[in-house]
């Protein structure tokens, strides 16, 4: 009973050593920094609204600390120090470009740019991390020790993040019991975000502290998962074995319906993840022997074929349609996977059956190009988003695509400052030979200023089929497009047809929106001297017969058209109204 009191005196005392503290304190740090974040973009004083400032802070705020968090020690840490600075500078450098790229003139989906920032910056620190502390306690960059360091501080944050959600459930618990007694007090401090992130930043600190101290428990936790990994590596062996076998008898054509690029993409993924994980730094016993080691072998041989596939796949959509920002993602994704692929494959040819050792070196130095290339894409100098623009720019000068066919709305969604900047100048380049261009552009509903469709925009944008257009119809087409800003920005052409729909001398208009394969109509009329409407249904279009739609507007153009008078009269009966329906 003495000995497991003293243990637990010796822990607590061995978490006041100074590194602890520190450690406790830049986690504390951490959570006031993030509180006064969160508070300027709730109250809206700098640096919300600046989004360049925004994202460089988060993203210091973010990477820098858990740097210092899993990485300081007792003594010893000018070199960690200096690593973290030169990290924190160039994350600093990174996010204020990446945060330039939003822009004022459109609203992008939320996380677009995120989506970007915050996993590529994650890798960027921890492998950051994990070569740091290698070189700090060797002197060098040995794989053994790379290797421990990877799953150390995986699972140490892992952990880490599940303890901080622990505390804070158990917060709720604490305030959810006391309001069912009619104790608020508890729930409005518990909630309240001056609270809220110091407190789970310190949190986040203390479980870092604590499960540092159990690094050799981490170590025959990886152990463990090697033996339940060994047996998934042999069934996915088999699996890669056996599709490639399959592909020669089934065609390459099902694969690419059901998405194959990124099916194989992800296979080749987990192969080598499970080869990494399960033969580790190759000290200690080899995990197979036999057959089961060729056959992991051969598997392995087989990824630049998977690769080339692939590439065939990636090079197929992006001469169809052109790049995409998902499409340089895959692209990135597919240069990764196809370095490792071809190197070990490279290597198990050279030594069959030892082929560890080479591995490990390889290991090294391809950890460092994904560490290269998590920085770069944040970068001006492998944007996805201006290469995006470039591509679908380059199609649609070549006649690739049609400007009525072109995706304004993906522009806005997706792209960013680049995005909205190519949007402004195929405005200038296209308003006279399309000026519906202008009208599906400021249709969209992410635009910041809310601008309104303009009666003169609109009168730009039309085709007149037959007859001609009052002024005051132009302000009743302007008031109905604003109504339905989504619609309009999806409208390839607009047209407005005079007709006497009623028969009675007056001229009503049909309006007509067209869109990718029908056309919606909308009936224009006077009453009390004001403009009213009502739907006239919608015509559908055969894709297969690209000459119907110019067959409509010549029939409607040389009036070779029947209005056809309804065959029920409509029935009122002590102010109720019945109408029969048309068969």
Not at 90 to 96: D, G, K, S, T
Not at 333 to 352: C, D, E, G, H, K
């Amino acid at each position: 009973m003495m000995d497991k009191k003293s243990s637990w005196m010796n822990l607590m005392i061995n978490h006041t050593k100074p590194a602890n503290k520190l450690i406790l304190l830049i986690a504390l740090l951490q959570g006031l920094g993030l509180y006064l974040l969160h508070d300027s973009v709730e109250l809206q004083y700098w640096p919300a609204g600046e989004d360049q400032w925004l994202y460089m802070f988060y993203s210091v705020l973010l990477t820098v600390p858990t740097l210092l968090l899993l990485g300081l020690e007792d003594s010893n840490n000018r070199l960690l120090f200096k690593i973290t600075g030169g990290f924190g500078l160039v994350i600093a450098l990174l996010a204020y470009y990446m945060g330039s790229q939003t822009t004022d003139l459109y609203i992008m989906q939320s996380g677009v740019i995120l989506f970007s920032c915050i996993p590529t910056f994650g890798i960027a620190c921890l492998k950051t991390h994990i070569y740091s502390q290698c070189y700090i306690h060797q002197g060098k960059l040995d794989y053994s020790e790379l290797f421990r360091q990877s799953w150390r501080s995986v699972c140490t944050l892992a952990l880490s993040l599940f303890f901080t959600l622990l505390v804070w459930g158990i917060l709720m618990l604490w305030a959810a019991l006391f309001n069912a007694i009619d104790i608020k007090f508890f729930r409005e401090l518990f909630t309240k975000s001056w609270f809220l992130y110091p407190t789970l930043a310190l949190a986040n600190g203390i479980g870092i502290v604590l499960f540092r101290r159990f690094a050799s428990v981490i170590d025959t936790i990886v152990g463990l998962l090697q033996v339940l990994l060994k047996f998934v590596l042999i069934l996915l062996a088999v699996v890669t074995l056996l599709f490639l076998c399959t592909l020669p008898f089934s065609g390459l054509t099902p694969l690419w319906k059901s998405g194959g690029s990124n099916l194989i993409l992800g296979m080749q993924l987990l192969l080598l993840f499970f080869v990494n994980a399960v033969y580790q730094d190759g000290i200690g016993k080899a995990p197979y022997s036999g057959w089961l080691h060729r056959l992991v072998s051969l598997s392995l041989l087989s990824m630049p074929l998977y690769s080339c596939i692939s590439f065939y796949g990636l090079y197929s959509r992006v001469a169809q349609y052109g790049f995409t920002v998902d499409r340089c993602w895959g692209w990135m994704l597919w240069f990764v996977l196809t370095i490792f692929s071809v190197s070990y494959a490279l290597v198990v040819i050279r030594q069959f059956q030892h082929w560890l050792p080479p591995f490990t070196r390889l290991n090294i130095k391809l950890g460092l190009v994904v560490l290269g290339l998590a920085l770069l894409v944040n970068s001006p100098l492998l944007d996805f988003r201006k290469i995006t623009v470039a591509s679908q720019l380059a199609r649609l000068s070549s006649h690739q695509i049609q400007i009525e066919d072109f995706d304004f709305a993906y522009f806005t969604r997706q792209l960013g400052k680049p995005g909205a900047e190519a949007l402004e100048q195929l405005i200038h380049d296209y308003k006279e030979q399309y000026p519906q261009i202008q009208v599906r552009i400021d249709g969209l509903n992410f635009h910041k200023n809310k601008q309104d469709l303009t009666a003169q925009s609109i009168k730009e944008a039309i085709t007149i089929i037959t007859g001609s257009i009052p002024e005051d119809l132009y302000e009743a087409f302007g008031k109905f497009a604003n109504s339905n800003k989504w619609a309009m920005s999806r409208i390839k052409q607009q047209y407005a047809v005079q007709i006497d729909m009623d028969g009675d001398s007056q001229a009503d208009y049909l309006y007509i929106w067209l869109r990718d394969n029908y056309a919606t109509v909308t009936l224009f009329y006077k009453q009390d001297n004001q403009w009213q409407h009502t739907s006239a249904g919608s015509i559908k279009l055969d894709e297969q017969q690209p000459q119907q739609w110019d067959e409509i507007l010549g029939a409607l153009k040389q009036q070779q058209f029947q209005l056809r008078p309804k065959r029920w009269q409509t029935l009122n009966i002590n102010q109720q109204t019945l109408v029969p329906s048309e068969i």
